[in-house]
């Protein structure tokens, strides 16, 4: 089996584990499923087909999750943070971390000092792509029910 395939199935299967977690019943079990497989799914495309920095890969994967998460909000009446969370665990750095915990307790300082920073700098990159998404977002909704008022005074 392909181990972009098999990377993509472990992320949906790690989204369906923590929603049932969190206590997420229903037919949004399946959504979250999904925002973990637009996630993880995302960055392979990026990273591994575009050939993307990793710093890119992880800001353009988040978005397009945040994105996802606030048109399934919209759609399942939920809060977007239920599809955001579970959907980001793919993403998270855990590997990274480990790595750099562990280079901490080997007194590797040298290997701790630049895995660290990768790390961090991968978190930096799903925070921005977060924010960036959400504050597009509610951009456009200002401006659209600004230009609706706009357009109800005209016809006043």
């Known amino acids: 089996m392909n181990n972009n395939l098999i990377q993509i199935l472990s992320a949906v299967a790690g989204s369906v584990g923590f929603a049932l977690l969190f206590n997420v019943r229903g037919p949004r ?12 799914g995302a960055y392979i495309i990026f990273s591994r087909y575009l050939e993307l920095d990793d710093f890119i890969s992880y800001i353009l994967a988040s978005a397009l999750l945040t994105l996802f998460s606030e048109i399934m909000a919209r759609l399942q009446k939920a809060p977007a943070a239920i599809f955001l969370v579970i959907g980001m665990i793919p993403l998270l750095p855990g590997g990274s971390l480990y790595r750099t915990l562990h280079y901490a307790v080997a007194l590797n300082w ?25 504050s597009v977002i509610k951009t456009l909704m200002v401006s659209k029910t600004a230009i609706r008022h706009f357009v109800q005074d005209i016809r006043k």
């Open 29 to 40: 079990v399946v959504f979250t499923a999904v925002s973990g497989l637009v996630s993880w």
């Open 110 to 134: 040298a290997s701790f000092a630049k895995t660290g920073v990768y790390t961090i700098m991968l978190s930096m990159a799903i925070a921005l792509g977060i924010i960036t998404m959400m």
